[in-house]
């Protein structure tokens, strides 16, 4: 990807953002780094490296398939190339936002999800009742040849009352500002991959 068609993708991501609260871009990475990650989650899906995702924070935290039944990996720099990769190209988004919207985002926290044919995560927002450290929500999607009739949407509940689905289809990045947009993710026939993260703005401890 050239300098300016990836200024140009982090630029219709960050319009969009501001003046709808969310986003959606095709082809938001290399397609190789796409493939290399899709990849890499699901090789530790199969070797197990994945577990069942909590709901809710710290100590509170539980496993409750009936609200969300994903199995996810926190990722951390320095586990592969690809991963680096990504990560790196989410911290020059964390810059652009910062520069044009002034959110003085951080950092950015992301793990690896992977949805088992028919798991799904119920209507939520992304932003803990005791911790308000996240602000935009990243989710990017790692699965060849996605079909609208497998299912798997991101369904976002949108503030006038619509709803708009995205297809968890390869190297689409879906943006969202954490704490306004309710979403949910629609079941599948098919397993789901992606990496989903959170830009985080600066903080105290929790409370
Ligand atoms: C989440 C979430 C959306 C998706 O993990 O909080 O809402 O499309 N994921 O996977
Ligand atoms: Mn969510």
């Given amino acids: 990807m050239t300098e300016s068609s990836q200024h140009h993708c982090f630029a219709s991501l960050i319009d969009d953002l501001a003046s709808r609260g969310w986003s959606q871009r095709a082809l938001f990475a290399p ?3 796409t493939r ?5 989650c699901r090789r530790r899906a199969q ?3 994945l577990s069942a995702a909590g709901v809710g924070r710290g100590s509170a935290q539980q496993v409750q398939e009936g609200i969300r039944g994903d199995r996810i990996q926190w990722l951390e720099p320095g586990q592969s190339d690809a991963c680096d990769q990504y990560l790196q190209l989410m911290d020059g988004l964390r810059r652009a936002l910062n520069q044009a919207l002034y959110l003085g985002l951080e950092d950015y ?3 690896f999800a992977c949805y088992a044919p028919g798991a799904y995560y119920q209507r939520h927002l992304d932003r803990f009742r005791d911790d308000d450290r996240r602000s935009v929500s990243a989710v990017f999607y790692l699965n060849e040849d996605w079909q ?8 976002l509940y949108l503030a006038d009352g619509r709803e708009h689905d ?7 990045l879906a943006l969202f500002l954490s704490a306004e947009m309710p979403h949910e993710v629609l079941p599948a026939t098919r397993e789901r991959l992606s990496l989903t993260g959170w830009f985080r703005r600066r903080g105290g401890d929790p409370i």
């Fill in 31 to 33: 397609e190789l780094l």
């Fill in 36 to 40: 290399e990650l899709a990849a890499e």
């Fill in 47 to 49: 070797t197990g490296e």
């Fill in 109 to 111: 926290e992301s793990h």
């Fill in 148 to 155: 609208a009739e497998q299912g798997g949407a991101l369904r």
């Fill in 166 to 172: 995205v297809l968890p289809q390869a190297g689409t």
